[in-house]
């Protein structure tokens, strides 16, 4: 059974840093790439950043500079590096799992299984 479990939500003030973590289970981070979108109060899903199974990644403009993404192959486990925290940055963060990235990365159709989000909240 495939299943991305994720964790290290919190309440940081503004200007704090959290790191993210995406366990994974059932398939191997060398075949699929993985995704962070956050969704904040009464706005849609967006995409934040995406690291492709040959590592390679991406970033939405609104994070770039700030977030990093990486791997743990051997532990199954993405992780969202988030420093510099803004209000804005308030969401529940899911990642989501693609065996076949595109050049539209952030498209959530491509994504095929999710997990079920943790709370990130900044407060100004």
């Known amino acids: 059974q495939l299943q991305l479990v994720e964790s290290g939500g919190d309440l940081v003030q503004s200007g704090g840093s959290l790191r993210l973590s995406c366990v994974v289970s059932?398939?191997?981070?060398?075949?699929?790439?993985i995704g962070w979108f956050r969704q904040a109060a009464g706005k849609e899903r967006e995409g934040v950043s995406v690291?492709?199974?040959?590592?390679?990644?991406h970033y939405a403009d609104s994070v770039k500079g700030r977030f990093t993404i990486y791997r743990d192959s051997a532990k199954k486990t993405v992780y969202l590096q988030m420093n510099g925290l803004k209000s804005e940055d308030t969401a529940v963060y899911y990642c989501?799992?693609?065996?076949?990235?595109?050049?539209?990365?952030?498209?959530?159709?491509?994504?095929?299984?999710w997990g079920r989000g943790t709370q990130v909240t900044v407060s100004s």
């Open positions: 059932g398939f191997s981070l060398d075949y699929y790439a």
């Open positions: 690291i492709s199974r040959l590592g390679m990644t």
């Open positions: 989501a799992g693609s065996p076949r990235l595109t050049d539209n990365y952030f498209s959530q159709n491509i994504y095929a299984y």
